[in-house]
């Protein structure tokens, strides 16, 4: 059971538009700033999204970050089939004084 | 560049140790606080530890408390995992990743498999 809520998954068609969720709490999302990862199987996760919405040199324009309140969102836009991935939110819960993670969303562009 | 890489890992017998690595290198380590964070196989992220900058403080899920230890070596660039009394539910791929600020976590090493099986 994750701190942070995500859907299981999602899915769009080529050139569409997906959001993602990440819902938290006061102590965590609401405390403090949500990053974003993509992971592929068997590869590291990588940081897409941090500061709720600022994306890193070498992430598109398509990746894109907010957050209000207890909840985050990713929204991805123009899909590829190359964006498949799995993508987790998180941040730091200072209630807990841990880091905390989405359970993670598997991203299928059909 | 900024790279992180682990090692240590392998297969170790339920209750043995096992003390996890990770070399750091492209940036000014003694200036950031490394996490570390596991994947069990097939799941999701788990937020295992952090280390501050000069090792003076630790946090650990409470989960892992009191089995788990958290060390670094700055005059190495390494930062250290210990884990004890392993469990088969222990077994996962475990990164080190840096710790920025605003809650970001990056970069992430390669990771090192760890495999709790008698």
């Known amino acids: 059971q994750s701190v942070l809520t995500q859907p299981p998954s999602v899915s769009a068609a080529p050139g569409q538009k997906v959001t993602i969720s990440c819902s938290g709490s006061r102590s965590n999302i609401g405390n403090d700033f949500v990053s974003w990862y993509q992971q592929f199987p068997g590869t590291a996760p990588r940081l897409l999204i941090y500061?709720?919405?600022k994306r890193p040199s070498g992430i598109p324009d398509r990746f894109s970050g907010s957050k209000s309140g207890t909840s985050a969102t990713l929204g991805i836009t123009g899909l590829q089939t190359g964006d498949e991935a799995y993508y987790f939110c998180?941040?730091?819960?200072?209630?807990?004084?841990?880091?905390?993670f989405g359970g993670g969303t598997k991203l299928t562009v059909l | 560049q900024v790279q992180l890489v682990e090692s240590g890992g392998g297969v170790v017998q339920p209750g043995r140790s096992l003390r996890l690595s990770c070399a750091a290198s492209?940036?000014?380590?003694?200036?950031?606080?490394i996490h570390w964070v596991r994947q069990a196989p097939g799941k999701g992220l788990e937020w295992v530890a952090v280390i501050s900058y000069d090792g003076s403080q630790q946090y650990y899920v409470d989960s892992l408390r009191g089995r788990f230890t958290v060390s670094r070596d700055n005059s190495k660039n390494t930062a250290f995992l210990q884990m004890n009394s392993l469990k088969a539910e222990d077994t996962a791929v475990y990164y080190c990743?840096?710790?920025?600020?605003?809650?970001?976590?990056?970069?992430w090493g390669q990771g090192t498999l760890v495999t709790v099986s008698s």
């Open positions: 998180g941040t730091w819960d200072g209630s807990l004084t841990a880091g905390v």
């Open positions: 500061d709720n919405d």
């Open positions: 492209g940036f000014t380590f003694r200036k950031y606080g």
């Open positions: 990743v840096r710790a920025e600020v605003g809650a970001r976590f990056d970069p």
